[in-house]
């Protein structure tokens, strides 16, 4: 396949998975291991931050709000909030960046991963409707977001964005425009913390050999597809379930299970 083709694909993959609960690094690793071709850490980490970029483009207004509204003790509440998920998140990623803590390169933990994922939003959708609606999110609901943003960290095919809009959706945050928007909120400067960790780490071990252009390229396309999958996402979940997403990821992770040979 034809490399600038190969590029545009990654991106797209990377701009419609990342912020919808189905993972990105588990559509990455897959596309990787299906022939879309091996690319540098350096790479991904760039088209990662695309997506995070749309995502700060399409709540840029929200953004705005919280930090020239402090003096609103509402406004107050929700900024301490998510200042809380976001310092659990850093305290405990850098415990588990001491740690060493490498992501497996094999699809099998990846297809457990988007099974378990699956039955979770089954569970937390049948648990919220049995619940009267509800936008606040709780200070319980800010812990949680936190501690799944790590267990997503660790565990590829969980979906950062799945792991903390249905721990929100648990802890009492019953309405999910109000859960997908606080998951997403705390995910920018979560996202933009680890990207940027990572480049600083990917540029001090050197990137003489990269293709900047195909690392640009990507970068647009992720930026470009991600906005367009968020900003349908937001409107799709306003009267609909994410069941569908359920659906997709267990029946993606039964078919790597049967078709990829073991230790793929």
């Known amino acids: ?26 559509h990455l690793l897959i596309a990787e291991k299906l022939g879309l071709g091996q690319r540098s850490e350096l790479f991904n980490i760039v088209i990662q931050a695309g997506a995070i970029l749309a995502v700060t483009a399409i709540y840029r207004q929200h953004i705005w709000q919280l930090l020239t509204g402090i003096a609103d003790p509402r406004q107050r509440a929700y900024l ?15 415990v588990v960046a001491k ?19 699956g039955v979770w939003i089954f569970g937390a959708e049948r648990i919220a409707a049995g619940r009267p609606p509800r936008s606040e999110v709780s200070w319980t609901a ?3 977001v936190g501690l799944a943003q790590i267990v997503a960290a660790i565990f590829p095919g969980t979906s950062r964005s799945a792991a903390t809009i249905f721990a929100a959706m648990l802890c009492g ?5 109000a859960a997908t928007e606080f998951a ?25 050999h990269e293709s900047w252009a195909d690392v640009g390229i990507g970068f647009v396309v992720a930026t470009i597809t991600a906005f367009i999958a968020v900003t349908w996402l937001i409107r ?17 992770g039964v078919a790597l299970l049967l078709l990829l040979p073991s230790g793929a």
């Open 173 to 177: 945050t019953s309405e999910r425009v």
């Open 99 to 117: 740690l060493g803590f490498e992501l497996p390169d094999e699809v099998t933990p990846i297809a457990w991963a988007l099974i378990i994922g």
């Open 236 to 252: 799709y979940i306003q009267t609909r379930r994410f069941t569908p997403f359920a659906v997709y990821r267990i029946a993606l």
């Open 142 to 144: 800010a812990i949680v």
């Open 80 to 94: 301490l909030k998510l200042a809380t998920a976001f310092g659990i998140t850093a305290v405990l990623g850098l």
């Open 184 to 208: 997403f909120l705390v995910g920018i400067p979560t996202m933009y913390a680890a990207s940027g960790y990572a480049l600083l780490k990917q540029l001090k071990l050197g990137a003489a």
């Open 1 to 26: 396949m034809n490399n600038l083709l190969q590029v545009i694909l990654l991106g797209v993959i990377e701009g419609i998975t990342e912020f919808l609960p189905i993972s990105s690094t588990g």
